[in-house]
């Protein structure tokens, strides 16, 4: 199967994963994701070209050896971006660098935010982190709220 090609489930199946789409989960995940915030080491950072020839660097957060996040930088001086802002431009060579000691500080500043939104293609929740006040990344969540799972795009990437 492609990577985003998605599985047909059966109407059972759906009811099954939208049962777990309940206060109580969302409370759940919304604490796992703090608690594990501490425990987010720096990945690898990774450059390209996007379809209209813009230069992008993105990084990762890894938990247990597992890209868990993966985050966007800008190429003129390697700040974080907020999600839904995306680089312009063609980047310094000097960038990836300042990108890689800057993940080591996130973590720090990193915090999870008092909500969750459940992706039902996937059958887990998505809670936003925000870094400085804005937005950077959703932390995805089991359905029951129990443990983090691996971003599908920083993997791939």
């Known amino acids: 199967m492609a990577p985003h090609e998605k599985e047909l489930l059966t109407a059972e199946q759906r009811a099954g994963l939208r049962a777990l789409n309940t206060p109580e989960n969302a409370i759940k995940a919304v604490a796992t994701a703090r608690s594990c915030i501490r425990f987010l080491t720096p990945g690898k950072v990774w450059t390209k070209r996007t379809p ?12 247990e050896e597992t890209a868990v ?10 700040s974080l971006l907020p999600k839904g802002l995306h680089s312009i431009g063609e980047g310094k060579p000097e960038i ?8 080591h500080e996130i973590p720090k500043e990193i915090e999870a935010l008092d909500g969750a939104e459940f992706r039902e293609p996937e059958s887990c929740w998505a809670v936003p982190l925000a870094y400085r006040n804005r ?12 443990e983090v799972v691996p971003d599908k795009k920083a993997v791939e990437d």
Do not use: R, T, Y
């Not at 937005?135 to 129990?146: E, N, P, T």
């Open 52 to 63: 209209h020839g813009d230069f992008q660097i993105k990084g990762s957060l890894m938990l």
């Open 69 to 78: 996040l993966a985050l966007h930088f800008s190429p003129e001086d390697g």
């Open 96 to 103: 990836p660098a300042v990108v890689q000691s800057l993940l």
């Open 135 to 146: 937005i950077v990344a959703h932390l995805k969540v089991k359905g029951d709220g129990s």
